[in-house]
């Protein structure tokens, strides 16, 4: 797999491939937005990932959309009218009642209550319809739309901290564009599996998805072929960088180039790396940037998402450098003085935040994990293919 290479000079293209020129869509409503203390979304994401990307160079402003915000027509492209009524009121009235989170699964620990529980979602997934049309609208493109990764939401209820489901209503858009194969590929550290369900009997898009076995949602089963438009690759704890390598190389890659996409969606969690409460994998950031460098020259127009990601540093630093990635700039550099600034203004309401390393306001980049390749990865990655 293709490794992104330093030439050791802050911000010089150094992928050989000369990719098309990248779009950004953020939003400032993610600033200061949470959903609650306790909740791992209390910490800022996107606004980081935008802030580090302009402090370090990457990001002028000719290159940067402020988000769409979908309208409640765009949204009933995937969601019903009810469930879209009932977080738009639930929102207004900041409470659910029982029977309304019972049927929507809302106003619970893992989905609350929260100021822009409707808004937030309709930003995100205006971002996914926004990039896609551009997308649709060309025949080639790279757009990062870093909020657009709720891959867990449904028709009618919240799952997984995702309200409405960004990348499902980004694919439909591409469909609808006539496009007839789409790619969704996941590296977060839980199973796509709001994704890998919309379009389990569509023939037209392929879902792939990496992720931790044995993790909620404790579906993506290696065998689980979802009506045979998924490939679902459950790795084990301590998933190391050598393993997502081999993965990628023994069978995301191979499957991708036999499906030969007209686009693809790239979802990018962060809760993979090592540092993330959220899972026991063991990840590098350099491991899913170079996952990313490997795939976008796969199809002519590639939507890259975020995704999951609870370490405050470590997401932000991730997603930053994705983008650099797709700019074909090497993100593992020092950051400038404006960027350790941004990283040393975090702060993180667990233990591992009260006295952060160093290493997480000086670089960019992770040391990279190294590791055997264990026999399960293998197998997974066999399975894949078969």
Request: charged share 25%; hydrophobic share 40%.
């Amino acid at each position: 797999m293709r490794r992104l290479v330093s030439d050791g000079h802050r911000g010089v293209p150094v992928l050989t491939t000369p990719f098309r020129t990248p779009l950004f869509i953020g939003g400032e409503i993610y600033r200061g937005s949470t959903y609650g203390p306790k909740h791992p979304l209390a910490i800022p994401r996107v606004s980081t990932a935008i802030d580090l990307s302009r402090a370090m160079g990457w990001l002028p402003d000719e290159v940067y959309l402020d988000t769409h915000v979908a309208s409640e027509r765009e949204l009933a492209r995937f969601h019903t009218a009810d469930y879209i009524a009932a977080l738009k009121r639930a929102e207004a009235e900041q409470r659910v009642d029982e029977a309304t989170a019972t049927r929507h699964n809302l106003g619970k620990l893992e989905n609350p209550v929260f100021a822009e529980m409707y808004r937030r979602p309709a930003h995100s997934s205006g971002s996914a319809l926004q990039a896609a049309r551009i997308l649709g609208d060309r025949p080639a493109g790279l757009v990062y739309a870093p909020a657009a990764g709720t891959h867990h939401a449904r028709r009618d209820r919240a799952s997984g901290f995702c309200y409405f489901n960004a990348p499902v209503l980004g694919i439909l858009e591409l469909l609808d564009h006539g496009l007839e194969r789409v790619l969704y590929v996941d590296l977060d550290a839980h199973h796509g599996d709001g994704v890998e369900e919309a379009f389990a009997d569509d023939d037209r898009v392929l879902t792939v998805s990496i992720h931790e076995d044995g993790r909620w949602p404790y579906t993506g089963k290696a065998e689980d072929r979802a009506g045979g438009m998924a490939r679902n690759l459950p790795v084990p704890p301590g998933f190391n960088d050598s393993e997502m390598e081999h993965v990628m190389e023994a069978a995301v890659l191979p499957l991708a180039r036999a499906f030969r996409p007209q686009a693809m969606v790239i979802q990018t969690g962060a809760d993979a790396l090592a540092e993330d409460p959220l899972s026991r994998l063991e990840l590098s950031n350099r491991a899913l940037w170079d996952a990313v460098a490997a795939l976008l020259p796969l199809a002519p127009r590639v939507l890259v998402v975020g995704g999951g990601g609870y370490n405050p540093w470590s997401v932000g630093r991730c997603w930053a450098g994705i983008w650099a990635v797709m700019n074909g700039v090497d993100p593992a550099v020092r950051p400038t003085a404006e960027a350790e600034a941004v990283l040393r203004a975090l702060t993180w309401n667990r233990a591992a935040g009260r006295n952060p390393p160093e290493h997480w306001f000086t670089t960019l980049g992770d040391e990279r994990r190294p590791g055997p390749v264990r026999d399960a990865v293998k197998r997974v990655a066999e399975i894949a293919m078969s």
